[in-house]
């Protein structure tokens, strides 16, 4: 199996998830890049979206050819086994150290010295009693490059994340409105964060990723941000179909697209801005207004905050006028 690193962890496994001893085996699957996704950040008027993301969901990918594997295993072994991809509380990045796999660096994400950051991983649990492999050690040295080029200074020290400051937590996983004070700082970023990853010197040994349902769309390298805010419910399932991206929903997405026209510093980016003050979503809105204000100048936001909050029902969304409005002044 070509397309797979497999390596057996360690003997004992978390009881919710298994009785009795047997084996953990990781696998890890390349997507490295073929270009640095740190170029895209330079073009303002577009959308930055982390390169695991911008092909197919690797979730089903990964998980299909586990059990593939897993059926032949179970076969030649006797015994029964499960295959997680995301999919329980599993410790993975630590297990795939253990495993050999590579190492936690101090972005906490796993490295290794043939993949560079570019892994996906997954894991195979089994009754079998498996061969244990050397654990990988640590090699990030005195190396900070992790840690220097985070945008929202998302690491209180090495291997450790505030996730709270995370672009990635911050644009996929937070359900409400980003906060406003990490909103500059998030640039372009309108689905994940490479910076860290795509920091890290080991790259340079890295090659480019295989599979080919894992490739960049060619849609989703440098999407105009103007096309994406303007997307309803219906567009956006069908632009994104098969898509993680999918995953976060319209709202979510939508939200972090206007957080990037509002640091574009593009006033042809203002009318879309501007008609998403009227999106059914009050999320959207509110990250309407804050977009609208980083690009209008003060006299017309101003009349502009005096014909729409007065007729804002949501709490939140008037809490982003009256914010705007202070700011501004």
């Not at 929202?152 to 906060?179: M, V, W």
């Not at 399932?237 to 990037?260: D, M, Q, W």
Request: some cysteine; charged content about 25%; glycine content about 6%.
């Amino acid at each position: 199996m070509t397309w797979m690193e497999t390596h057996a962890a360690r003997r004992e496994h978390p009881h919710a998830l298994w009785n009795g001893a047997g084996s953990v085996v990781m696998f890890g699957l390349n997507y490295g890049p073929d270009r640095d996704p740190r170029e895209i950040l330079k073009e303002k008027m577009r959308g930055a979206i982390s390169v695991y993301a911008q092909g197919d969901d690797y979730h089903e990918l990964i998980k299909g050819k586990l059990r593939r594997l897993g059926q032949w295993l179970a076969h030649k072994t006797g015994n029964e086994l499960k295959v997680f991809v995301d999919t329980a509380p599993l410790m993975e990045k630590p297990l795939a150290q253990a495993a050999g796999l590579g190492w936690q660096g101090k972005h906490t994400n796993l490295v290794s010295r043939e993949h560079g950051s570019w892994l996906f991983l997954g894991a195979m649990l089994t009754a079998a009693e498996l061969p244990l492999d050397e654990r990988e050690i640590d090699h990030c040295g005195s190396c900070r490059a992790c840690l220097d080029v985070c945008p929202t200074n998302a690491f209180p020290a090495p291997y450790q994340l505030d996730a709270r400051r995370c672009i990635s937590y911050l644009t996929i996983e937070h359900k409400g409105p980003i906060p406003r004070e990490l909103r500059k700082a998030i640039g372009n970023h309108i689905y994940g964060c490479d910076d860290c990853l795509a920091a890290c010197p080991w790259n340079k040994f890295a090659s480019q990723g295989r599979e080919q349902k894992l490739a960049a769309r060619e849609e989703n390298r440098a999407p105009s941000l103007s096309e994406l805010v303007a997307l309803d419910d219906t567009e956006f399932r069908a632009r994104f179909s098969k898509s993680p991206i999918k995953r976060s929903g319209r709202e979510r997405f939508i939200r972090n697209v206007l957080i990037a026209i509002g640091n574009s510093a593009s006033p042809s980016l203002m009318p879309d801005a501007i008609a998403r003050l009227d999106d059914e979503s009050a999320l959207i809105r509110g990250a309407a207004v804050w977009a609208t204000s980083a690009l209008m100048n003060k006299e017309d936001f101003a009349k502009l905050a005096q014909q729409n909050s007065p007729r804002e029902m949501d709490e939140t969304v008037r809490e982003e006028w009256n914010a705007a409005l202070a700011t501004s002044r």
